[in-house]
């Protein structure tokens, strides 16, 4: 199909009125078949919109509505042009019945400034009915007779395909979303033949899922004029396919396109993963250890859960490996998983507890029949400490009101998370510190001040505290 827009020059003459026949059409707009209408041109022009073969009409409402126009004029069997109709042709139409809708469509195309624009229409009956298999919509003569349409019809006017899978696997289901919508909702009469609301109510869709296999489906349309599908497809053989989906609802038809590759179902990505809550972390390594490189903490003896999971597969076979005591794992996925036991099938767990302190390495192993994918995570096990507690006046023991007393505590813990600490200055002037990972660094009120000196690879934890006393109290 060759679109081509070009200048018009058309002169309509007036002709006489003529009266219109049943199937001719409805001018109040409650259809989308308009009517058949006279027309003489007494200049050469040339069509907005041809076609080499047969055109549906809904192809040139279609066309026209993507130009913002509301009527569509087939001139032919392989020509059509757009035209506007103003609210002034519905207002008048309903509240002046003196005067015929033809001669109101006249008015409106004259002022429209579409190609048509400065002739007028008559009502006919002299259009030709044309045939799509069993369904005949009427056109234009080519010479003296147009058919008019709406450019809002109950044809399809778009269709959109989604694939629901982030990878598409041999042997296994994968489903394709099928939407489309029409231009209008099917509420009126087509306004032409015996083609009525309810025969547009469903759409056939036919997928093409490669060059041999194909489904067809009957899809209703809803109220509103939308539809949906969600067909389901396996593929035994990996490859770049190309899904063809062709809808027709018997005056239209969209089709669409969609390219997916199919991958055996390998495993990959695979993501190994150790599960703690934050008592359960220690807060530094009392050792030396290669910061730079991704590394776990754990404590001794606390047994902990070790997932691993890959993004595709099946039949999958995990073997994990702890280099801390040499032992092994082993386990296979679930076999034949429905949809809803998906995650199930990518993922294992092993339960595991260090009894030696220091960095191991988990190593993974996940195979299939088609591949295999392994990694290995560094762990730093490390013991439970709390120990060398130290508190002293780094000012003396005696200070005038208004000095500041400085007291600083030092403590080796890899457990600071779980600790906090009481401080009493004096009767009723008492205070309470967390030291967990996420307290602040520096807290302050009138009494009291509290720096913190803590890393990652120095368990010794120094608190400085600064207290200025308001009023004079003998030495405690």
Partial sequence: MECSFCISYVLLALPALALRTSGAGDNNGTSWYRGCYNFTVLDNWEPIFQASNLIEPATCAKHCLQKSF???????????????????????????????????????????????????????????????????????????????YQTIGPYIRAISLTLIADQVQTRKPFMLEVCGYLASPVENAIGTGPLNAADLSYVLVKIHWDSTDHSTLNVTVTSNGFFSSSPVWIYSEPGSYLITVLADNQISQEKKNISVMVLDPAPTALEVKLVQIAEQIPSCIPFNVDETSPLEKVFLGIDYNFKAFVAMGIELNFLWHFSDDNSTHSSQSLQNCSEYQQLDCLLDTVNHTFQHEGVYQVTVNVSNVYDWIQKVIYVAVVRESLSSLTFQSKSGYNVAVGENLTLEMGLFTTIRQLLAFDITFEPGMFHRHTLGDHSPAFESDSHLQLMEDYGLQNCTLRVQIFHTYSFSKPDL
Avoid: Q
């Avoid at 569509?72 to 609210?87: H, I, M, P, R, Y």
């Avoid at 109101?104 to 030709?128: D, F, H, V």
């Fill in 70 to 148: 509301d009527l569509t004029v087939l001139l032919s069997g392989t020509e059509c042009a757009c035209a506007n109709e103003t609210k002034i042709f519905w207002s008048l139409s309903n509240y002046n019945s003196l005067l015929s809708n033809d001669t109101l469509l006249n008015t409106s195309l004259s002022k429209s400034g579409n190609p048509m624009a400065g002739g007028n229409l008559s009502l006919s009956t002299g259009c030709i009915s044309r045939c799509f298999g069993i369904i005949c919509l009427l056109y234009g003569d080519g010479k003296s007779k147009v058919a008019v």
